[in-house]
Structures are given as C-alpha cells and as structure tokens.
C-alpha cells in the first residue's frame, strides 16, 4: 500500500505557491508546480476506485488548486508536529464522496467526514459508502462518514486534531456559524483550514455563494478572534483572480439563459462571478 507521503508533500507546496492564505490567481492555478505537484498526487493514489475521484477534482475550474492547497496544509501542519508520526484524527466537514480523506488515511490518519445528508455523488455513489470502500481495508488509518448539520455539529468542544472543507461552506444559509462550529471542534493547536468562493457582490447570490461582500469581513473577525494564521495572509484580490466566470466551462446556453432572468428579477448580477479563497489557521488556546 502506498502511503501518502506528507513530508514530500509539504516541501513540495511551497514550490507550488499553496502556502498562503488569500485568493488564488489563475496563474498560480496554472503554474507548472502545481500542475507538478497534482501528477504527484495523481501517483500516490493507489485505489483506482478513489483516484477515479482524484483525478476528476483535479480537472474542476477551482478543485484543482483546492484539493492541493488543503492537502497541503494539512501535511505542512502536521509534519510541524512534535510527533509528525503520530496519527491525528481529522474532520472533513461537508465531504461528500472525494478522495483526499482515503489519501490521509493512506498516511495513517483517522478521518470522519460527515455531510447533511447520504447524497449521491454524479456517478451514483454514496458517501456512506465510499467512506467503507473496500479499497480501505488496507490503509492504516481509518475513514468513518455520519450525516450532520454542519451548524450544528454532533461532536463535543476540541474533539479533533483539525479540521478541513473543501469548495462547501459557500453552500450553507450560515457559513459563519460553520466556521465557528469547525473551530468549536478543533482542539487547541489544531489547524483549521478551508476553501470557498466569495462572489464580489454585497448579498448572497442565491444557490451558488452565500460568502459575500456584506460577510467576508465578519468571517475574518470570527477567525481573528479564536485563531492565529497558520498560512500567511495576503488577501488581496489578483488581478487574474481564479473566477468561475473566467475559468469553469460553460452551462447550456438555455440553462445561462434562465439563469440570468432569474438573476435580473430578484436584482443580482446577471453574470455571477466567484473568487477562490483559501485559508488556514491555528486554534488558540
């Protein structure tokens, strides 16, 4: 069984300019290091059934930069430990079916991902059962999936190492109240780490992005007053900013169509626009 292989992983981030936190830029996304550092990654999945997911992620407009700016994190982060070798039990908040959870179990890791409900994935699949995939049987860590409200999650105060979201707080009617709640349940020295779109506009923009202008301030103040950067800030928006209107493939021309008049009629842009940002910190005691 290959073992993901954390430290390599963490020395080759930097190279790769995931070791920040802010908004990405379309030229990080397109930097020969990272595209370096995903065929790494590719190589280190050895479950075909898992890098089926892999592989797709890194083909998505802003997936591509996420899943190796999280897994970056989280390896710099634990390779920084007094015990690098020792396991952590990690939190994948809103998981879905993916395979950066199999990755870190690989590395000996314990992941429990929970999501509001057992929702299919495109393919078909059950994050219930991905998360007990066969193909697990041979990590040395271990993967547990729950359904949960990730407002309101089911596990006691500093119950994990660290916690993690990819591409999923955006989704929530209260992302504030996620972050708080991943804080809530990281232990202190414990990273906390994610990634989101912000759509540049002053209210949500209704079932793509509830991190807006009106609220992204907030979010940072929330985090200013429970944690410390464990990626440092550099929160100014690119000029070349990774944006789904530059950079995801077009939807049919009658579904772009509906979904600018519905736009125009409750007064929010036509054209809908989101910047990567991904951050990572340190819980405070």
Known sequence: MTRLNLSELAARSAAAGVGVSGFVSRQQADAVA????????????????FLHYLRGGLQHWSRR??????????ARWISSRADPAAPCTLFDNACGVNATAYLLATAGHHLIGTDLGDQPSAEGDLPSSAWSHPDLAAVGGSLHFQTADSLALPFPDAHFDGSYSISSLEHMPDPIQAVREMIRVTRPGGLVTFTMDVAPCPSAV?????????????????????TDFFSPPCFMIPDDALSWRQDCRRSSGLRAAAGQLRRRLVGQPETPDFHVFGGAYIKRS
Not at 40 to 46: A, I, S, Y
Not at 65 to 74: A, D, F, I
Not at 206 to 226: C, T
């Open 34 to 49: 990272l595209k370096e550092l995903q065929d790494w990654l590719l190589g280190q999945c050895e479950s075909q059934y």
């Open 65 to 74: 930069w996420e899943y190796p700016y999280v897994l970056s994190q989280v």
């Open 206 to 226: 209704a079932d793509e992005s509830q991190v807006n202008r009106s609220n992204f301030a907030d979010l940072q103040a929330l985090l200013a007053s429970s």
